[in-house]
């Protein structure tokens, strides 16, 4: 299963500039990863606090041997939201989209597709291909069949099919804030609330169960979505590479993990005894690939 | 004054007739299978209902609509392409698309002909980048916008493309960028992308808990009331949660959306068509709120006031909001 790569997605999470750029020197000097995709999707007004930051971290990133993308807004509406994937594309780097609204840009050496892009089936993925796409990172919520079905295309197609493969799952996107709202503020007025949480605000229901996490105007599962042992099956459907998305613990540990799991170092079992030292408190899941419910938690026999 | 075109729901062909009767300038429905997004046991239309519902509604000068909004599933085109073609065959004024795949399907195989292809809300098209990229490489003719939009925004939108616009102004409330929700999924394992369904019936139970009525979905705990309370259906995003130190309705309070009193500001901000949510309401309500809003459309195309009071009491005693057609929601 060594054929497959592995991609680091943009950070989901509002993180402090010089936490960010530390994070990306980091994966750029130890994690065993082939491919970095770096930007904000979730929110636009987080993107000054970093962005000075960033071309410094793309070539840190690409010195260490890595390729970078670059990912567009998943919902813009505001005029220079709306802007920002043209000036994207103008850097010449490979970019994500997140939304459709940017397939006006294109750039004639292609694009690749982010996970909040519904691609559910080989026609949405031929028409992409057409259009230029090179890469594809499927959806969260797609079952195995699915899966392999849409690798098996994207082979015959040259496009390279990618699946969710760690970390909690973006299960939706909205224009209200939930950060803000919670904390009785509105978007505009947001105080960046969601600063205060590395991976997210847990939402538990009234009998106090876990089950989801707020990051803005983003909602993920609670559950850390966790494939580490399933990359066989994964390699047996063609998948071409897994993304990792970025938490706050021992990423870099996740990362050297899923390359061991790769590689054939560890067993499933080693593999998930690892990956909860790694993210203490989190649970797994793996309920969306089994096709199943997406909460289903992946439990340690 | 703009005349504008009211687009009503049916769940049944009952409703259909009604929704033409009371006054729907057009009617959009769905097939009983899994290609629309209100997959619900007992409703939707077989067949031979959908070409006998387009006749009537096209004797009494009423369009029909068929929605083919799910994202079909990988290995499983056949039945989405049938039903492309049968909503063209049975004469169908337009299909609701949402699916790149899909779109491009029918783009090809009904190029030249009558069918128009109208952008369904659960493809997120929420600014005019996005709506033009549509027009351009499938010919879509109407765009239903996400209800995620302030009046402001949908003028924007309006300025920025010719493609024709709908916009929701009655009933369920999505708070959530439509088309892009796996909230249902993620606790039940069925979802409006993929199965036509959010947070489906098969999956709720309704649980007695510390003297409380609690309503659950997938096992998860969404609500609870009062035990002599009528318990509220459990959709995730409209629950009761706890987030930090926050107890309450997360992502939005239990309201359904009601912009009567914006159809002045809708039309002037361009739209095209208003669109009535409830393909899963009764008919008796269907009937009700179409005579109602045909008379408020009527009102203002005719210059005169519109009323807006007359909805509250078939909201079902819920609250209603304007959603985020007003900035403040957000």
Redesign the interface.
Known sequence: MDNLQLTVGPILFHWPEAEIVDFYARLADEAPVDHVVVGEVVCSKRLPFYEDALPGVIERLQRGGKRVSLTSL????L?RE?KA?NELFATGLDVELS???????IADAGFSVGP?I?V?????????ARKGARSVCL????PY??VK??AE?GAALGVNVEVWGYGR?P????????H????GL???SCQFACGADKDG?????????D??A?NGVQ?L?HAYVNLIGDLAQLAAAKVNSVRLSPHSHDFVGVTKDFRAGVEGGLTPQEALVRARSREPGATFSH??LL?????QPLSVA | MTSLELVCPAGTPAALRVAVDAGAHTIYCGYNDETNARNFPGLNFSREELAEGIAYAHKRKAKVLVAINT???????PLWHRAVDDAARFGADAVIL?????L??AAEQHRGGPLRLHLSVQ?A??????I???A??FGVKRVVLPR??TVP?IA?INQGTDVETEVFVFGGLC???E?????S?????K?P??NGACSPASHVEYKE?NGRL?SRL?G?????VDRTAAAPYPTI?K??????D???H???DPSSLDAAELIPKLAEAGVTALKIEGRQRSRAYVEAVVRSFRKAVDAYAAGRPIDANELVALTEGQKTTSG?YR????
């Open positions: 998943a919902l813009p509406t005029v709306r994937a939304d459709l609204s940017a397939m006006g840009a909040l519904n559910y089936n080989e026609a949405t993925l031929g028409f992409l959806p969260p919520e797609l069949a699915s079905a849409l295309a799952a299960l939706a996107i909205s224009a209200r804030c939930y803000a709202r919670v904390r509105s978007k505009d605000l847990d939402v538990r229901t009234i009998d106090g169960r089950f989801l707020v909602t599962s309920g969306f096709g199943d419910y997406g909460a | 994202f079909p599933r990988a290995g499983g085109l949402a699916d790149l795949g899909l491009d399907y493809a098209a929420a600014n005019a980048e996005a033009n990229f549509y351009a490489a995620v939009l925004e924007a708070v959530m960028a088309g892009r929700c796996s909230l999924s993620y606790a039940t394992g979802s992308n993929m808990a609690e997938g998860f705990a969404i609500h609870a995003c629950g009761y949660f706890q987030a930090g926050y107890r309450g997360v992502f939005e985020a900035k403040t929601w957000r």
